[in-house]
């Protein structure tokens, strides 16, 4: 034991000890006391436990009382100077007999360690997917403080364990101190100033636009094809994919414009499809027509006739191909219809252009009336007689350019294949261009059918063939002129007329 306490002795052992001649040593007390270390707690306050005593008489004991310990500082440290008091107590020897060499006072060194604080109360705010972990932090309290002691508590930058919406995550934080300076050495925070929270990433709301429907023809079916369509507010540098069910026509009928109706939903692309939502979007609306369907018309058969002087003919039978599975329909010839049509629009053109000639007429004589300063009555009466007659003879002349011409076939408005009447005769050629698209239409057959009205192929023309026979014609009153004995069997004839 290092020299540090004396024992002290009485007056009779002294006196014994000159009366033999020689003093004994003084005895000596060593301490070997140690100094527990201890987490802050804002106080000095030392505990000295241990120590031993050196220079006790033989077969002696001396206990030993250590009290008063403290630390240099109150604050965190290693290798803290402690001091403190050490007292004598009776053994199987008398304390009373014993001193310590260097007094009461002990010293040694400890350790303050900082003070393990805990953190509660952290939250983590809710977010809208960004792509990133960045989480915000806020809150907490501090657990384990010293009474009356206060600390600020700094949160780090909080981290969501992933990316992607509906995870949770703790985040580091760091406490500072509002009292001591030291606060770093005074105090740590549990599990190395790491906290745990929980929040919520929701799915990104998207907006959707520009989505089409296909036109198509009709089929007996609502189904729409649905595609393009673009995807707004996705994160920077993310793309997703787009499906389309469920598009559907409000009817199956044949329409344009027609609404459609159907439901998106995401596909993965660059970015996951569910960090994103498309909220209402979901459903999807826009418009597309159906068009008529296109049929095919087979087995038209036109029945032969006698010539007649006309295109007319009468068709019949027909198959219609290109229908829907399980619908029929009904072929029915409109010749009959069309040729009405365009009589009555013949009828009312002729009314229309006599109605112009005489508001020209009555035009023109008002004109020259007033030219001629109103002169006498019946001079305007001859003058509007004139004009009326004029008028009717320019009416004559188009109507019978369009209808009656002189000469041979092939010229303007002539049937080609109708050729002169016997008798040398003027020939009524073909009818004007507006009948001849009355006859056109007559030719493709207007068919008409029951139901739906689908779109036949070639604008619904009809192709077939038939034979008009030479019509048989009977010649009467015809004459044979006299003539004299001339060796010839010719004669010269004349007169005569044609009897269908």
């Not at 972990?133 to 700094?154: E, H, I, M, P, W």
Request: proline share 3%.
């Amino acid at each position: 034991m290092a020299a540090g306490w004396r024992r002290t002795t009485s007056s009779r052992e002294r006196h014994d000890r000159r009366q033999r001649g020689h003093h004994a040593p003084a005895a000596d007390a060593q301490r070997r006391a140690a100094t527990a270390d201890k987490a802050y707690d804002g106080t000095r306050e030392a505990t000295l436990s241990g120590g031993s005593l050196a220079n006790l008489v033989a077969g002696q004991t001396l206990g030993l009382t250590l009290t008063d310990g403290l630390f240099d500082t109150a604050d965190a440290g290693t290798g803290k100077t402690v001091t403190g008091t050490a007292a004598l107590a009776d053994g199987s020897g008398s304390a009373s007999n014993y001193e310590l060499t260097v007094g009461s006072t002990v010293s040694t060194t400890a350790n303050i360690d900082p003070r393990l604080l805990t953190v509660g109360g952290v939250l983590a705010a809710d977010k809208v997917y960004d792509g990133t972990r960045d989480a915000t932090l806020s809150g907490g309290s501090l657990g384990n403080l010293v009474a009356g002691q206060t600390l600020g508590l700094t949160l780090g930058n909080g981290l969501f364990d992933s990316a992607d919406a509906g995870a949770a995550s703790p985040s580091p934080a760091r406490p500072r101190s509002s009292t001591a300076p030291g606060w770093r050495r005074t105090f740590t925070l549990a599990d190395a100033g790491t906290v745990g929270a929980t929040a919520t990433i929701t799915q990104r709301l998207l907006t959707l636009s520009g989505v089409a429907a296909i036109d198509r023809a009709y089929d007996g079916t609502r189904a729409a094809t649905l595609s393009g369509g673009s995807l707004g507010n996705l994160v920077a540098g993310q793309t997703l994919g787009l499906a389309f069910a469920d598009g559907l026509f409000d009817s199956a009928n044949v329409g344009a414009g027609k609404p459609v109706t159907g439901t998106a939903s995401l596909v993965d692309g660059s970015g996951r499809a569910s960090n994103y939502t498309l909220g209402n979007d979901v459903a999807v609306a826009t418009t597309a027509s159906i068009t008529p369907r296109l049929l095919t018309i087979d087995g038209v058969v036109a029945a032969d006739k006698v010539y007649d002087g006309t295109r007319d003919t009468t068709l019949s039978g027909g198959t219609l191909g290109n229908l829907v599975n399980g619908e029929t329909l009904s072929l029915t010839a409109g010749r009959w219809l069309v040729r009405q049509r365009q009589r009555r629009r013949r009828q009312a053109g002729v009314r229309h252009r006599h109605a112009q000639c005489r508001h020209r007429a009555a035009g023109q004589l008002r004109a020259g009336e007033r030219r001629r300063g109103h002169r006498h009555g019946q001079h305007r009466a001859a003058a509007a007689d004139a004009e009326r007659r004029r008028g009717r003879r320019q009416e004559l002349r188009r109507h019978a350019r369009r209808c009656l011409v002189g000469g041979q076939p092939g010229q303007p408005g002539g049937r080609r294949n109708a050729g002169p009447e016997p008798g040398g005769g003027p020939v009524r050629h073909g009818p004007s261009r507006r009948r001849q698209a009355g006859d056109r239409h007559r030719r493709a057959g207007r068919w008409r059918r029951a139901g739906r009205q689908p779109r036949q192929a070639d604008a619904g023309a009809l192709a077939a063939t038939a034979a008009i026979a030479p019509r048989v014609l009977t010649v009467s009153g015809v004459l044979a002129a006299d003539k004299t004995y001339d060796g010839t069997r010719d004669t010269a004839l004349s007169g005569g007329s044609l009897v269908v």
